[in-house]
C-alpha cells in the first residue's frame, strides 16, 4: 500500500492505537499538501513477545482505518510489514521518509508511550524536521488537569480523582450532588455466583474476519508463528462500526448485570457480563465520552439501575482517564519501581498455562485462546500469584504488556506496577491486592478443580496461593506494619505457630 507523493507539507503520523477519523492530528490537514503516515513495524511487534491475537488486532484496525481516511479523500502512506523483514522499527521507516520528502512539519497527537514519543522526536530531530505533538482529546482528563489535581498532594487516590471527574463532566450528576445521592455502588455491585454458577446470560458479539482480516491473520501466523497465544477464535472488532456496534449490544444486552458480576470468575466462562470494550477504547474506534453517553442514557431510560451504569462509568471516567494521568506524571521513572524488592523470574508456564494450579491455568489457559482475561483474573489470579512470589515488576510487566489484547502502556503499566504489584511502594493503591486461595474460592469454582485445597498453607496439598500469602506478610511485614488497612493481616499472621511459620519460609514455588 505505500507510494510515493512528489512533495509534503505536514506527514502527520497515526499510530496504531490512534486510530480516529476526528482526532486532533487532522486539525488543519489539507489533502492537497499533507499526508498521512502509518507503518507496521517488525520492532513494534516484538518489542515484547507479544500475543499473536494483540498483533492481528492492531495490523487488521490499523489496514481498516488507512483505508477509511482514503475513502475520505486524505492522502495515506501505509507501509505493511514485510514478512521477510528482520528489524524494521518505526523510527527507522519514519527517517527514511522523512529523508526523502522533507517535509515542513511532522504533526501527531501526542503517543500514549512514552518510549514511542522518545523514538519519533527524536528521529524528526535527527532529520531537521520539527514536530508538533497534539493533546489528545481522546481523553476526558487533559493532562494539565490531571496534574493540577495531583499537584500538593501526597497520595493519589482514585476514588477522590473520580468524584473531581464526575464533578468536572456532569456524568451521573444532579448539580453539585451525585444521582441517586451515593458516589459508589460497590456493597451492590460484586457479587459471586454460588454453587449453581452465572445465570444464563448473552454470548458477546463475534465480527467474522472480512478480507483484510483473513490477509492479516495469514500474516501474522507466518511471521509471528513463535509467539505466544493462538488466531483460531479471532472476531474482536476491528472498525469503528463493529466496535460501536459492541457498544449498543453490551448497554443492551449485558450492562445491567456488569456492576452485580464485576468480580466473579468461572471455568469456562472468559467474558460473563464484561464490555469487552478496552481494545476498542484503547485503539480509539470508540471514544470514552461516548461510551459514557450509552451507559448514562440507558439508566435514564430505565433500561439499566443506578448500581450498574454507576460500576461502569467509574471504570471509564475514573480508573481509566487516573492510571493515564498517574503514567505521564511519573513515567519514565515510574517504569524502574520496585518497592518491595521482587527479585525472582517469571514462572515458565506463564507462557503455556502448564500449571497444577487450577485458577492460573483457566485464566492464563483462556487468555492464550482468546487474548482476553477480566479484571479480577488479572488482579486477583496472574497478578496476584505474581506479587506473592516476588516476581521482578519488569518482567511481570512485559507479560502484561504481550498478552493481552487491548495492552498499550500508558494502562497496562500503573495498572500492574502500581495495582497489582504494589511496586510503587502505594502511590496508586492504598494497600497491596495480596490474598490467599480462600479469596479465589469465594470468587470462583476453580478450586473444585484443583490437587490443592484453599483452606491449607502447610503440607503436600497446601494452596501455593495461601501459602505464598503467609509468606508474603511474613517477608514484609515491618513494610507493612504502619499500615492501618494491613493490621488485620498482620494480627493474624502472628496466631500462626513459629513452626508452621519456619515450614511455610522454607518451601519452594511451584515449578508447574
Ligand atoms: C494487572 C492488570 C493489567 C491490566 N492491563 C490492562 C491493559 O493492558 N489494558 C487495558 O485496557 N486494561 C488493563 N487492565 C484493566 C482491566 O482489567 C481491563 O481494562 C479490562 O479487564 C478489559 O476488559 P473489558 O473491556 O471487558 O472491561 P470491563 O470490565 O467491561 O470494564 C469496562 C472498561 O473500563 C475500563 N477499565 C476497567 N478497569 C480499568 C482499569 N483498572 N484501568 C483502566 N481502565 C479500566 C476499560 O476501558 C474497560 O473496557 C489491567 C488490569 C490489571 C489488574
Ligand atoms: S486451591 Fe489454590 S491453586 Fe488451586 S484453584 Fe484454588 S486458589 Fe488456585
Known amino acids: 500500500m505505500s507510494n510515493r507523493p512528489h512533495s509534503v507539507r505536514h506527514l502527520v503520523v497515526v499510530l496504531g492505537d490512534q ?68 528489524r524494521s522499527s518505526l523510527a527507522g521507516r519514519m527517517t527514511a521518509d522523512l529523508r526523502d520528502w522533507k517535509p515542513e512539519r511532522v504533526i501527531g497527537v501526542e503517543p500514549g508511550e512514552h518510549r514511542v514519543r522518545e523514538d519519533l522526536t527524536h528521529a524528526a530531530h535527527e532529520a531537521g524536521i520539527p514536530v508538533e505533538w497534539r493533546s489528545d482529546r481522546h481523553f476526558l482528563c487533559p493532562r494539565e488537569v490531571f496534574d493540577d489535581w495531583a499537584e500538593g498532594r501526597k497520595t493519589f487516590r482514585q476514588e477522590h480523582f473520580y468524584r473531581m471527574m464526575r464533578r468536572r463532566t456532569g456524568v451521573l450528576m444532579d448539580g453539585e450532588e451525585p444521582v441517586g445521592g451515593m458516589w459508589n455502588y460497590d456493597a451492590e ?25 483473513r490477509e492479516v491473520l495469514e500474516l501474522v501466523a507466518r511471521r509471528f508463528g513463535g509467539h505466544p497465544g493462538s488466531l483460531d477464535a479471532f472476531a474482536w472488532p476491528v472498525t469503528r462500526a463493529q466496535a460501536l456496534d459492541a457498544l449498543q449490544r ?42 459514557l453517553a450509552a451507559a448514562t442514557a440507558a439508566f435514564r431510560d430505565g ?52 500449571t497444577a494450579m487450577a485458577c492460573l491455568r483457566e485464566a492464563i489457559g483462556q487468555t492464550l485462546s482468546t487474548g482476553y482475561a477480566h479484571h479480577i483474573q ?3 489470579i496472574t497478578g496476584l500469584y505474581s506479587l ?5 515488576p519488569k ?68 494452596c501455593p496461593f495461601t501459602r505464598l500469602y503467609w509468606a508474603f506478610l511474613d517477608r514484609h511485614r515491618r513494610r507493612l506494619k504502619g499500615n492501618p488497612r494491613m493490621s488485620l493481616a498482620l494480627r493474624n499472621l502472628d496466631r500462626i505457630p513459629k513452626s508452621e511459620l519456619r515450614e511455610i519460609r522454607k518451601a519452594r514455588p511451584e515449578k508447574r
Request: hydrophobic share 40%; aromatic share 12%.
Open 19 to 86: 486510530l480516529d477519523a476526528e482526532s486532533a492530528a487532522f486539525d488543519g490537514f489539507d489533502p492537497r499538501r499533507d499526508r498521512v503516515w502509518m507503518a507496521e513495524a517488525v520492532g513494534e511487534a516484538e518489542y515484547v513477545r507479544s500475543h499473536k491475537v494483540r498483533l492481528a488486532l492492531f495490523f487488521s484496525a490499523m489496514r481498516h482505518f488507512a483505508d477509511e481516511l482514503k475513502q475520505r479523500g486524505r492522502p495515506v502512506t501505509y507501509h505493511e510489514l514485510d514478512p521477510h523483514d528482520a
Open 189 to 213: 455491585n460484586r457479587a459471586s455466583f454460588g454453587r449453581e454458577g452465572p445465570p444464563d446470560h448473552p454470548s458477546p458479539p463475534a465480527y467474522r474476519p472480512d478480507a483484510i482480516t
Open 250 to 291: 453490551f448497554v443492551r444486552e449485558r450492562l445491567a448485570s456488569f456492576g452485580r458480576y464485576q468480580d466473579a470468575m468461572w471455568t469456562g466462562e472468559p467474558y460473563l457480563w464484561h464490555s469487552l470494550l478496552s481494545s476498542s477504547l484503547n485503539l480509539h474506534l470508540l471514544r470514552p465520552h461516548e461510551v
Open 303 to 354: 433500561v439499566v439501575p443506578a448500581a450498574a451504569a454507576e460500576g461502569f462509568v467509574r471504570q471509564i471516567l475514573g480508573w481509566r482517564e487516573y492510571v493515564r494521568g498517574i503514567y505521564h506524571r511519573f513515567m519514565p521513572e515510574y517504569a524502574q519501581r520496585n518497592a518491595l524488592g521482587a527479585d525472582r523470574p517469571l514462572p515458565e508456564f506463564y507462557w503455556t498455562g502448564e
Open 378 to 380: 488479572r488482579l486477583m
Open 388 to 392: 506473592l512470589l516476588g516476581v521482578r
Open 395 to 462: 518482567e511481570i510487566h512485559e507479560w502484561y504488556l504481550a498478552i493481552y489484547l487491548d495492552a498499550v502502556e500508558w494502562v497496562e503499566l500503573p495498572n500492574v506496577l502500581g495495582m497489582s504489584q504494589y511496586a510503587d511502594g502505594g502511590l496508586l493503591a492504598s494497600k497491596p491486592y495480596a490474598a490467599g486461595g480462600a479469596y479465589i474460592r469465594r470468587m470462583s469454582n476453580y478450586c473444585r478443580g484443583c490437587r490443592y485445597r484453599p483452606d491449607r498453607r502447610t503440607g503436600d496439598d497446601a
